[in-house]
């Protein structure tokens, strides 16, 4: 069993950078791909980013690509998401979620946290 808890959201300014930390519990996390996803206001859960379990690839979504980072820490069990270059469609609330498989859909991710928010104002 995985348990995934995101946290690190809050509102910051247009341009201005945030860091998402996801923690993790379960000896399975670390041999896990790990994809963060996003729900902006009135839309769907869209992919931004993931990576596989040994770290070594990555996948992102073209509106984040060259903004956004993700990365992960064997030893505290958890990944994170640094985003810098903030623009106000990045507001939503982000979801870690632990798969199967490296990918970009919902059906692929097996755990799910529970969410946090963040929001870039001008």
């Known amino acids: 069993q995985v348990q995934l808890v995101e946290s690190g959201g809050g509102l910051v300014q247009a341009g201005g950078t945030l860091t998402l930390s996801c923690a993790a519990s379960?000896?399975?996390?670390?041999?896990?791909?790990v994809g963060w996803f996003r729900q902006r206001p009135g839309m769907e859960r869209e992919f931004v980013a993931a990576?596989?379990?040994?770290?070594?690839?990555?996948n992102y979504a073209d509106s984040v690509k060259g903004r956004f980072t993700i990365s992960r820490d064997y030893a505290k069990n958890t990944v994170y998401l640094q985003m810098n270059s903030l623009k106000f469609e990045d507001t939503a609330v982000y979801y870690c979620?632990?798969?199967?498989?490296?990918?970009?859909?919902?059906?692929?991710?097996?755990?799910w946290g529970q969410g946090t928010q963040v929001t870039v104002s001008s």
């Open positions: 979620a632990a798969g199967k498989a490296l990918g970009r859909i919902q059906e692929e991710y097996d755990y």
């Open positions: 379960g000896r399975t996390f670390n041999s896990r791909p």
């Open positions: 990576i596989s379990w040994s770290g070594g690839s990555t």
